[in-house]
């Protein structure tokens, strides 16, 4: 019996140990960010894209077609840009995203 709790206490103390090393690796300082381009971590949140996408094309003279195509990009890109309309190089996977005939997909 004693071999036992002494197997779960020691397996509890290096688990602890791991999940503060893995802590510690990504810094003091280290922010969860929904806007990273494209780039897959698991440490990323995911981002709302119906929520984005909404403030993102409450503006457009066609919501629907707006929302349909952000909600593509931001499914792909896990951001959205900030405003209305521009502001497309802050996330580089939405700007360079491109229809079959070769015009920007994303709003």
Aim: charged content about 10%; hydrophobic content about 25%.
């Amino acid at each position: 019996m004693s071999i036992s709790k002494h197997l779960i206490i020691t397996s509890l103390f290096m688990s602890l140990l791991i999940f503060h090393h893995l802590v510690e690796a990504n810094g003091p300082n280290h922010q969860i960010s929904s806007n990273n381009g494209g780039g897959t971590s698991p440490f990323v949140a995911k981002l709302d894209c119906g929520t984005a996408c909404a403030a993102r094309c409450r503006l457009s003279s066609r919501p629907n077609l707006c929302n349909r195509a952000c909600g593509t990009c931001c499914g792909r890109c896990n951001c959205v840009p900030p405003g209305t309309s521009g502001n497309q190089e802050v996330c580089p996977c939405y700007y360079t995203m491109t229809t079959h005939g070769g015009k920007r997909k994303c709003p």
